[in-house]
């Protein structure tokens, strides 16, 4: 069955170092997403992307963060000054035309 | 704003049936969504209502009024295996790949 895949799985960083997190979604899906979890807390919505743009983005989604697809199978998201509050599991999510999304296994960024 | 409340903890036994309810204050809604999600693993998808009444898939089942704006889950013949935080999410807005809106989850605990 195919699998929303992402890398890498752990991703430690200093505080404002920029970190890339890297997605392979679902192939023949349309839609994609990405969303953060912080230890203990509610999974948030962040952005999601469609036909090489943005559809829609939270608050959360400030100037920091940016995302691209910059091939036919990699979706990334990008923080550019990570903070210590950054800290947490984000997880990408793909949907075809119909409504389920899909996730990932999740990077869990650590910022120190 | 977007609320979506469930209960913070569930225990239950092996074999029994046990109910997880979600009630939802939204902005819109386009759609509810249940998900399985074990401990350090991504959200697994369960069921999706969108029309008033029952779905049911296996040992699950999840049910929406839509103009009460409740739903809930129903797992029968529980596994120890079931012992996870089960998420409620509702689609508020009317658009394919937009946000999923998240409860806290419930953590179901299974005994034997």
């Given at each position: 069955e195919p699998e929303v895949t992402q890398t890498p799985s752990h991703q430690v960083t200093q505080m404002g170092q920029e970190v890339i997190l890297r997605c392979v979604p679902i192939s023949n899906h349309l839609y994609f997403y990405w969303y953060r979890q912080i230890l203990g807390q509610k999974v948030e919505f962040l952005v999601s992307f469609y036909n090489n743009e943005i559809s829609e983005k939270s608050e959360i989604f400030d100037d920091q963060f940016s995302v691209e697809r910059p091939d036919g199978s990699n979706f990334t998201l990008k923080i550019r000054s990570t903070k210590l509050e950054d800290s947490a599991m984000y997880f990408c999510a793909s949907s075809p035309f119909t409504d389920t999304q899909y996730f990932g296994p999740g990077t869990r960024l650590t910022v120190l | 704003g977007q609320n979506i409340d469930q209960p913070t903890?569930?225990?239950?036994?092996?074999?029994?049936?046990?109910?997880?309810?979600?009630?939802?204050?939204?902005?819109?809604?386009?759609?509810?969504?249940?998900?399985?999600?074990?401990?350090?693993?991504?959200?697994?998808?369960?069921?999706?209502?969108?029309l008033d009444g029952l779905e049911e898939k296996g040992r699950f089942s999840s049910f929406l009024s839509r103009s009460k704006g409740y739903s809930y889950l129903l797992l029968k013949e529980l596994q120890m295996k079931d012992s996870a935080s089960y998420l409620c999410a509702v689609r508020p807005h009317n658009q394919a790949g937009t946000a999923l809106i998240f409860g806290k989850g419930t953590t179901l605990s299974v005994s034997s």
């Open positions: - | 903890e569930m225990t239950a036994t092996e074999g029994a049936i046990v109910q997880i309810n979600c009630t939802y204050q939204t902005s819109g809604f386009n759609g509810l969504f249940w998900y399985q999600q074990h401990a350090g693993e991504a959200p697994t998808f369960l069921s999706y209502n969108v």
